[in-house]
């Protein structure tokens, strides 16, 4: 029987963190559970396709919004379950046989959030980042969606949104979506650049005011 799993990545310009990113996830191929690699572009001016091309990704592109990516790149995948997963997120050892017992389940699931950073900030913004997960079920496009494509439609998919797809997706899917015993890595780069508090800061203020109705088009400018 094929392989039964699809991996959706969104890129931009994604050819700096795109090789680790893709390495961590030769453990599901050698595992027999990755069907194919969809990489959803919105138009990288760097390396990013050629490295698609190299490992036989299927390519897809489009305008730069990350909600519109992942659509294409579900829509473009044939898997009866899409992992989806952002250039910069580094999947850990052992998460096929994570992700293949929360199939086994038939719920939704996502990782645990950690850094490619040492020290008390990243250790503290990512606590944060995963009890926000646990007690109120909005985990972050960074900790990865493993979802079946049944449960995918009935939701609706993902929508066309330059922000917080992650978070509509999470809130559609409400209670079924469950942690999964791992912790993916993801970059510091936008923490490091900012400041951790200030950056951790301005993504509390923006989940804030999209959940009381803001507009993700007019969010985007602040982020």
Not at 120 to 126: R, T
Request: glycine residues 14%; charged residues 20%.
């Amino acid at each position: 029987m094929r392989a039964e799993l699809s991996v959706v990545i969104p890129t931009l310009d994604a050819a700096a963190a795109l090789p680790r990113t893709l390495g961590a996830l030769m453990e599901g191929l050698e595992a027999g559970l990755v069907r194919e690699l969809i990489i959803s572009d919105g138009g990288s001016g760097d390396a990013t396709r050629a490295m698609a091309e190299e490992v036989g990704a299927i390519w897809t592109s489009g305008a730069p919004s990350r909600g519109g990516q992942l659509r294409r790149g579900v829509d473009a995948s044939a898997g009866a379950w899409v992992l989806v997963l952002h250039a910069d997120t580094v999947l850990p050892e052992g998460w096929s046989g994570v992700v293949e017992r929360q199939i086994s389940r038939g719920r939704p699931g996502y990782f645990l959030l950690g850094f490619d950073a040492e020290g008390l900030a990243p250790k503290v913004v990512a606590g944060w980042a995963n009890l926000r997960s646990r007690v109120f079920g909005l985990p972050y496009g960074d900790q990865g969606l493993l979802i079946s494509r049944a449960e995918y439609n009935a939701v609706g998919g993902y929508v066309d949104a330059p922000l917080m797809e992650d978070v509509a997706m999470a809130r559609a899917l409400g209670a079924r979506l469950e942690a999964m015993p791992l912790r993916v890595r993801t970059s510091a780069a936008r923490y490091i650049q900012d400041g951790w508090m200030r950056r951790g800061g301005r993504n509390l203020l923006l989940l804030m005011r999209y959940l009381c109705g803001a507009d993700p088009e007019r969010l985007r400018a602040r982020y």
